[in-house]
């Protein structure tokens, strides 16, 4: 349950899904507190992925804190977990009076130093997420706008304005038929850090626990 000082979710229905949009989730000074610390304390580093047999460097930072059992592949890269750090916990626990449904196990960190960093179009699908992922994605720092897609290509784009503080919970079955993104900006001159927590493994929700 939401308690009473936090704000009310926007919900944004989606055809095959769903968000929760918390504009403030967190309040401004706590937001600019864990912003500082995560921008310092991530050991944030330059990913390589490989296309077509071609190295490329993903296009902002990332790191990966998690419990031990919470490895995790994509892009052909295997993530064995960071040990959380205090923040990183600290954003797991307040957040989770939104997420009653999920008990997260890990939380993948990306920071976009300016608008040229970004993020390509993917769903958060991995089959380490199990068949119908919970995904609770945090933002501080400079606002940018997230985008979702059908993969049918059916209906219209979607835009959200993710704000610092805020907190949008991409409901289940969204990454099976949404893909997402965060496009380049290029007027933005200013970083902003994502953390998206997910539930990597067996027991994914406390439904199945
Ligand atoms: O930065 C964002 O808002 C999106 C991050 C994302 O989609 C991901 O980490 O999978
Ligand atoms: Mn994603």
Known sequence: MTSPQHPAATRIALSDGG????????????????????????????????????????????????????????????????????????????IAPATPE???NAVLANLYRDGRDSMGWHADDEPELGPAPWIASVSFGAERTFR??????????????LTHGSLLVMEPPTQAHWVHALPKRLRVTAPRVNLTFRRVGVARTRSDA
Do not use: C, M
């Not at 309040?27 to 990913?47: C, H, N």
């Not at 979702?148 to 304005?161: A, H, Q, S, T, Y």
């Open 148 to 161: 979702l897609k059908r993969k049918d290509g059916g209906g219209e784009p979607v835009n959200v304005e």
């Open 102 to 104: 999920v008990e997260w």
């Open 19 to 94: 968000l929760r949009l918390y504009a403030s989730w967190f309040a401004e000074a706590e937001a600019d507190a864990l912003f500082a610390a995560l921008l310092e304390r991530v050991a944030w580093r330059s990913e390589e992925i490989v296309l077509f047999g071609k190295r490329h460097q993903t296009p902002r930072r990332t790191a990966y804190y998690g419990d031990p059992e919470a490895a995790y592949t994509y892009s052909g890269n295997t993530w064995t977990p960071l040990p959380w750090l205090p923040e990183l916990r600290t954003v797991r626990e307040r």
